[in-house]
């Protein structure tokens, strides 16, 4: 079992930026790939961004230029850096590792985007 437990999540205003980050525990041996999702009430959870062990990275097309996802594998921690933030960027933000082909979420945590 793995357990995640983001933080960092909050009110921002448009053009604001917010970090979030995503602490690991339990067995966390053998991940392959740690990322970031969102939500919003009525929609399908969407990835935002992930990064493999081999540190390639793929963003949603609409978080590319503003959004940067890092890792650090020794404490088994990802994080989001989030600048020029948009009112469509709030939803509930998810982590997500992938661990010998499971897939482990965290509780969430809310960003909401408004003036």
């Known amino acids: 079992q793995v357990q995640l437990v983001e933080s960092g999540g909050g009110l921002v205003q448009p053009g604001g930026s917010l970090t979030l980050s995503c602490a690991a525990s339990?067995?966390?041996?053998?991940?392959?790939?740690m990322g970031w999702y969102r939500q919003v009430p009525g929609k399908e959870r969407e990835m935002v961004a992930d990064i493999t062990s081999g540190g390639y990275i793929n963003y949603a097309e609409s978080v590319k230029g503003r959004f940067t996802i890092t890792r650090n594998n020794v404490n088994f921690m990802v994080y989001l850096q989030m600048k020029s933030l948009k009112p469509e960027d709030t939803a509930v933000y998810y982590c997500?590792?992938?661990?010998?082909?499971?897939?482990?979420w965290g509780q969430g945590t809310q960003v909401t985007v408004s003036s």
């Open positions: 339990g067995s966390i041996i053998g991940i392959a790939i």
């Open positions: 997500n590792f992938v661990v010998q082909g499971v897939h482990y």
